[in-house]
């Protein structure tokens, strides 16, 4: 499976961005996708995963009610939508993929994809 993310980018405290995944090759292996960041001097972090055949989502608590994770089954993208950025938000930001989901951890996420840098300036 190969993971191709987009979005990204510079934004100020309060705006929003939406990065997108698309998965390709053997994806009927995968019933997770997700996102995951890490910030400068830090551990990567669960951010975001839902399952593709039931839609169900799972957060991280400080983005609940900030960043939205949906998915299109039928062309195997996830998207997160971000709102109101903080400048803690500010990581790299990897979409996984994987057989399991598991909330808060990356068990299970098998495949990655390349970081996209999301920035945000206080």
């Known amino acids: 499976v190969q993971l191709q993310a987009s979005g990204g980018g510079l934004v100020q405290a309060g705006a929003s961005l939406r990065l997108s995944c698309v998965a390709s090759g053997r994806t009927s292996d995968v019933y997770g996708m997700g996102w995951f960041r890490q910030a400068p001097g830090k551990e990567r972090e669960f951010v975001a995963v839902i399952t593709m055949s039931g839609g169900v989502p799972y957060y991280l608590d400080p983005v609940k009610g900030r960043f939205t994770i949906s998915r299109d089954k039928a062309k195997n993208t996830v998207d997160l939508r971000m709102n109101n950025l903080k400048p803690e938000d500010t990581a790299v930001y990897y979409c996984?993929?994987?057989?399991?989901?598991?909330?808060?951890?990356?068990?299970?996420?098998?495949?990655w994809g390349k970081g996209t840098q999301v920035t945000v300036s206080s």
């Open positions: 996984a993929a994987g057989r399991r989901v598991v909330e808060g951890r990356e068990d299970g996420m098998e495949y």
